[in-house]
């Protein structure tokens, strides 16, 4: 497949100028195309990834992608798919995101290739030194508001006489008509790509580089993520799925996509992954025929997670995952079993509690409320049904010590399979 059927396949063409021309072009060599990122936060999310991976996919199959950070436009506010205005951003607050942002797009374009190198470059460069009069007469002519009010994310905000639309807003399409204009005319940048929302956005570049320059570009616009259950991609009950570990830990991204409906696994396979259509057709067989087994899931989570994360990452997430399955402890971070914690029900213990020849685990295990008594606890555990740190314990004398204290602080127990409860001395 070239990289526009590639595309197709995947579900990742949502709109297109000029479809036969653009196959047309990208058959004949290599193309420089752009997507912009405005700096909204100080780390992409995963719903950055669908055009983050487009530019990758663009220059795997021999294309140059620019990675754009907004410095101008994130200063503005895009009101694209906004039903109110955004707040503006100081700019020590747009400074630190721009650079956080930038560290995360170089980690994941090649900008080393001698072939076709990935650039990243932040619009203010060319924005910041244009006079307000200057932007007026060079770029405003071209635009009649008529036209710019019958785009769908400023016509949307008209009609909504209470939120409406500033000028600051108003002119956002504007700049990011003057981006592929600046980028086409030095750069020879022929295409823009982005989410759907940025259609009318697209379309307004394309009339000013035809309009000031005389050439023929190309944009396409990228699907808006949505969940089957109508829920918006990317967002959790804890918030926002972040790129950045810092902001939503290695195991907790895992989580998320291994968490995908069933409905939306194959889907988010094809958007989300660089595996190969025969493989993506083989998961796909799996998933139908054995649901329950969640091959497809944990193909998606650990492909995703690799790709962001790393390899090393991803294998102490796949670790802490399974400890909630019954599986050991060894070679799992602080920070990852924290995360555990709180996935299950935990209670505070005193430390001293635990000295002087340690707190019976029949105690434990009654006061936590796992077992209904100490009688009860007893009997569980002559059973073998009580798990102490993921390990079986069949003593009903046995003693819990400071030493059997994770990181010095935790007691993970278990009553059969699922039942976890965490005890944190204090």
Request: aromatic share 8%; hydrophobic share 40%; glycine share 8%.
């Amino acid at each position: 497949m070239n990289i526009y059927e590639e595309l197709e396949w995947r579900g990742l063409v949502a709109d297109c100028t000029d479809v036969t021309e653009l196959q047309k072009r990208l058959a004949a060599g290599s193309v420089t195309l752009y997507c912009g990122f405005d700096p909204t936060a100080d780390s992409l999310h995963a719903g950055s990834l669908v055009p983050l991976l487009a530019l990758r996919r663009f220059q795997l199959a021999g294309h140059q992608p620019i990675a754009v950070a907004g410095g101008a436009t994130g200063s503005i506010g895009d009101p694209s798919g906004k039903t109110a205005e955004r707040q503006l951003l100081t700019k020590d607050v747009l400074a630190a995101n721009i650079t956080g942002m930038r560290n995360q797009l170089a980690r994941w374009l090649d900008f080393e290739t001698k072939a076709n190198p990935a650039r990243l470059m932040d619009n203010a460069d060319w924005t910041a030194p244009v006079s307000f009069l200057d932007f007026l007469r060079e770029v405003g002519k071209h635009f009649s508001v008529n036209m710019m009010v019958a785009k769908e994310s400023v016509r949307a905000r008209m009609e909504d006489r209470e939120a409406g639309i500033s000028f600051t807003e108003f002119s956002y399409m504007l700049l990011q008509a003057f981006d592929f204009y600046h980028l086409c005319q030095h750069y020879n940048c022929e295409l823009q790509i982005g989410g759907s929302d940025q259609w009318g956005n697209i379309t307004a570049g394309l009339d000013l580089c035809r309009k000031k320059l005389g050439k023929h570009v190309f944009g396409l616009t990228l699907p808006l993520i949505t969940n089957s259950d109508g829920t918006k991609f990317g967002k959790t009950e804890a918030g926002a799925v972040w790129l950045d570990p810092k902001r939503t830990s290695v195991y907790r991204f895992y989580q998320f996509w291994i968490r995908a409906d069933d409905r939306d696994v194959v889907r988010y396979l094809k958007y989300f992954t660089f595996l190969p259509r025969e493989a993506v057709e083989a998961l796909e067989k799996h998933h139908l025929e054995q649901p329950e087994a969640r091959i497809a899931h944990k193909a998606l989570a650990k492909a995703v997670t690799d790709l962001i994360h790393g390899e090393s990452a991803t294998a102490e997430a796949i670790r802490a995952s399974e400890i909630l399955f019954g599986g050991g402890l060894d070679g799992v971070s602080e920070s990852t079993f924290v995360d555990i914690v709180g996935e299950v029900p935990s209670k505070e213990i005193e430390t001293a509690k635990l000295a002087s020849g340690g707190t019976p685990l029949v105690e434990l295990l009654s006061c936590a409320g796992l077992c209904s008594s100490k009688g009860q606890a007893r009997k569980d555990i002559e059973g073998g049904g009580i798990y102490l740190n993921n390990v079986r314990e069949t003593n009903h004398q046995r003693a819990v010590t400071p030493d059997d204290l994770l990181f010095g602080k935790y007691l993970l127990l278990r009553k059969g399979k699922r039942n976890y409860l965490v005890l944190t001395a204090k």
